[in-house]
C-alpha cells in the first residue's frame, strides 16, 4: 500500500474509532473517505488483505483491535462480528455458541449460531459457518444479556435454547454436559420465569429430567414442572427413536440409560 493510500486508511480507521465505530458498511467508508465506490473498494481490499479491518460479509466491516492490527487471522472478536452482520435487527447469540460462550462445553464451536428477526442469505461470518435461527422480538429478548456490542443469551436461555433444540447443539450428549457444568450457577428463578415466558414446559422438563437423573448439585430436586405432564416427550426428539429409559417424574424418555449419558458426559 503506497503511502498515500496508507494515509488514507489509518485516517478512516483513526476517524471510526475517534466516533466510537467498531465496524462500518461500504457506505459509511465511501462517505468518509470522499471516493468513488471503485476506489474505496479497492481501498477496503488493501485493508484487509493488510490486517487493518476484516470483511464481515459482503459490504460490512469491523476494525481491528489493537493486538491484532497487521495480522492474517480473521477477526477473534465473535460479539463484534455478529454486531456488524446483523446491526439494526434485533438478535441474540444462541445455542451451541452461547454454550461455548459460557464455558459449558468442552469442544470448540466453528460455526456461529445467531437467533434473529431477519433471515439471513449469507452463510458464513469472517470464514465461519453461520446458521441464523429465526425468532419472534420477543423470544429473541427473553434472556438477552449484552456481549460487547452484541447481545448473547445468558446462562438460563442458554441452557433453555439446548433443551428445546438438542439438534443445534449436538444432541443429547451436549445438553447433559452443558447442565452438568453449570449447575450452582443457574439462577433457579431465572430458569423458571424465562420457560414461563416463552412457554417452553419441554425444554424445562428435559433439563429437570437430566439434572434429578445425573444428580446435578445445584439442580437436582430443586426443579418443578410449570404444569403437571400429560405426556411423554423425548428427551432428544428424533425419528425412530428406541426408548432405553423413562423418567416416570418429567415424563421423559431416553435413548441411552442414566449411566450411560452420565459416562458420556464425564470422559
Given at each position: 500500500?503506497?503511502?498515500?493510500?496508507?494515509?488514507?486508511?489509518?485516517?478512516?480507521?483513526?476517524?471510526?474509532?475517534?466516533?466510537?465505530?467498531?465496524?462500518?458498511?461500504?457506505?459509511?467508508?465511501?462517505?468518509?473517505?470522499?471516493?468513488?465506490?471503485?476506489?474505496?473498494?479497492?481501498?477496503?481490499?488493501?485493508?484487509?488483505?493488510?490486517?487493518?479491518?476484516?470483511?464481515v460479509r459482503r459490504g460490512h466491516y469491523v476494525i481491528r483491535r489493537l493486538g491484532v492490527l497487521g495480522t492474517r487471522?480473521?477477526?477473534?472478536?465473535?460479539?463484534?462480528?455478529?454486531?456488524?452482520?446483523?446491526?439494526?435487527?434485533?438478535?441474540?447469540?444462541?445455542?451451541?455458541?452461547?454454550?461455548?460462550?459460557?464455558?459449558?462445553?468442552?469442544?470448540?464451536?466453528?460455526?456461529?449460531?445467531?437467533?434473529?428477526?431477519?433471515?439471513?442469505?449469507?452463510?458464513?461470518?469472517?470464514?465461519?459457518?453461520?446458521?441464523?435461527?429465526?425468532?419472534?422480538?420477543?423470544?429473541?429478548?427473553?434472556?438477552?444479556?449484552?456481549?460487547?456490542?452484541?447481545?448473547?443469551?445468558?446462562?438460563?436461555?442458554?441452557?433453555?435454547?439446548?433443551?428445546?433444540?438438542?439438534?443445534?447443539?449436538?444432541?443429547?450428549?451436549?445438553?447433559?454436559?452443558?447442565?452438568?457444568?453449570?449447575?450452582?450457577?443457574?439462577?433457579?428463578?431465572?430458569?423458571?420465569?424465562?420457560?414461563?415466558?416463552?412457554?417452553?414446559?419441554?425444554?424445562?422438563?428435559?433439563?429437570?429430567?437430566?439434572?434429578?437423573?445425573?444428580?446435578?448439585?445445584g439442580l437436582s430436586g430443586q426443579l418443578a414442572p410449570l404444569r403437571s405432564p400429560v405426556a411423554d416427550l423425548d428427551?432428544?426428539?428424533?425419528?425412530?427413536?428406541?426408548?432405553?429409559?423413562?423418567?416416570?417424574?418429567?415424563?421423559?424418555?431416553?435413548?441411552?440409560?442414566?449411566?450411560?449419558?452420565?459416562n458420556v458426559v464425564r470422559q
Amino acid at each position: 500500500m503506497d503511502n498515500v493510500k496508507h494515509n488514507m486508511a489509518l485516517m478512516l480507521v483513526d476517524d471510526m474509532v475517534a466516533d466510537g465505530k467498531a465496524h462500518f458498511t461500504f457506505d459509511e467508508a465511501k462517505q468518509r473517505v470522499g471516493r468513488s465506490a471503485s476506489a474505496t473498494a479497492n481501498l477496503l481490499r488493501r485493508m484487509v488483505r493488510n490486517g487493518l479491518v476484516d470483511r464481515v460479509r459482503r459490504g460490512h466491516y469491523v476494525i481491528r483491535r489493537l493486538g491484532v492490527l497487521g495480522t492474517r487471522a480473521a477477526a477473534e472478536d465473535l460479539a463484534m462480528v455478529v454486531a456488524s452482520a446483523f446491526s439494526g435487527y434485533p438478535h441474540r447469540m444462541a445455542y451451541r455458541t452461547a454454550l461455548d460462550e459460557h464455558d459449558l462445553i468442552v469442544h470448540p464451536v466453528r460455526t456461529i449460531y445467531v437467533a434473529s428477526t431477519r433471515r439471513m442469505r449469507v452463510k458464513d461470518l469472517s470464514g465461519r459457518p453461520l446458521r441464523t435461527v429465526y425468532e419472534s422480538e420477543t423470544a429473541i429478548r427473553t434472556g438477552a444479556v449484552a456481549q460487547g456490542q452484541s447481545w448473547i443469551s445468558d446462562i438460563e436461555r442458554s441452557l433453555l435454547d439446548a433443551a428445546a433444540r438438542p439438534d443445534l447443539v449436538g444432541g443429547a450428549a451436549v445438553l447433559a454436559e452443558a447442565i452438568a457444568v453449570a449447575g450452582t450457577r443457574i439462577d433457579l428463578n431465572k430458569l423458571n420465569q424465562h420457560a414461563k415466558r416463552l412457554g417452553w414446559e419441554a425444554a424445562l422438563r428435559r433439563i429437570g429430567s437430566v439434572a434429578d437423573a445425573l444428580e446435578v448439585e445445584g439442580l437436582s430436586g430443586q426443579l418443578a414442572p410449570l404444569r403437571s405432564p400429560v405426556a411423554d416427550l423425548d428427551l432428544e426428539p428424533s425419528s425412530g427413536m428406541t426408548t432405553v429409559w423413562r423418567d416416570s417424574r418429567w415424563r421423559v424418555r431416553w435413548a441411552q440409560s442414566p449411566v450411560e449419558l452420565a459416562n458420556v458426559v464425564r470422559q
